[in-house]
Nanobody
Framework: QVQLQESGPGLVKPSQTLSLTCAVS??????????WNWIRQPPGKGLEWVGV???????KYNPSLGSRTSISRDTPKNQFSLQLSSVTPEDTAVYFC???????????WGQGTQITVSS
């Protein structure tokens, strides 16, 4: 059974850097053809894809977030992380990590973690 679990600070002040981690069990982030995503849902809005780290370690980000986004992974710990710099209240959202593949789409999701940006 594949499980993903997000962890994060809950509350972040404006202009700070948000750091989130997704712990993966039942699968490995280096397994070929799978990709590992960060997705968020602002209050009252739909899902927004933030970025992805592929099985080979390459990354891709949502252009709307500019250069503020960075995704990395810790292979021995089997987890991947999101850093979002210079946050504003518009970054307030529930943040999800999710696995995807070309064949299956998004097949496993974490439960999500609420992040609020406020002074």
């Amino acid at each position: 059974q594949v499980q993903l679990q997000e962890s994060g600070p809950g509350l972040v002040k404006p202009s700070q850097t948000l750091s989130l981690t997704c712990a993966v069990s039942g699968a490995h982030t280096t397994t070929i053809y799978y990709t590992w995503n960060w997705i968020r849902q602002p209050p009252g809005k739909g899902l927004e894809w933030v970025g992805v780290i592929n099985y080979d370690g390459t990354t891709k980000y949502n252009p709307s977030l500019g250069s503020r986004t960075s995704i990395s992974r810790d292979t021995p710990k089997n987890q991947f992380s999101l850093q979002l710099s210079s946050v504003t209240p518009e970054d307030t959202a529930v943040y999800f990590c999710a696995r995807s593949s070309y064949r299956m789409g998004y097949d496993y999701w974490g439960q999500g973690t609420q992040i609020t940006v406020s002074s």
